[in-house]
């Protein structure tokens, strides 16, 4: 699991290493800087690359949100979720993607390959 916890002190990306073709599913956690009663109400996640870190779909609650991103190609990519807190405060946190290069992956954005054998 790729979770940043969001902190008072330090704003420091968050380093998530991946093979192309898979999933991976990342979260920012705003416990530790939300004051007693308050909570997140939006997140907004963006990618600056979507071939290495294309973003599938988002979710929150009260102190987290998350998201899953495709990573189809290897290089490196920034995904940055902006917290916005039920007092308006703007809370970012940032992941540095960093995608593997792999023979099996074809170079093309959300492309696949396999094999399948077959024992007779």
Known sequence: ???????????????????PQTQTPLTAN???????GE??????????DQGVAGLLG?????????????NSIGGFATVRCQLTTSTGRKLPQYFEVDVGDSPFADGTAYGSQSITVSNP
Request: glycine share 0%; charged share 20%.
């Open 30 to 36: 705003a416990r530790a800087v939300l004051a007693e």
């Open 39 to 48: 909570t997140l109400t939006q997140a907004q996640w963006e990618t600056d």
């Open 1 to 19: 699991m790729n979770t940043a916890y969001l902190s008072s002190y330090t704003q420091r990306p968050h380093t998530a290493r991946a093979m």
């Open 58 to 70: 988002a979710s929150i609650d009260d102190e987290a949100s998350s998201c899953t991103i495709l």
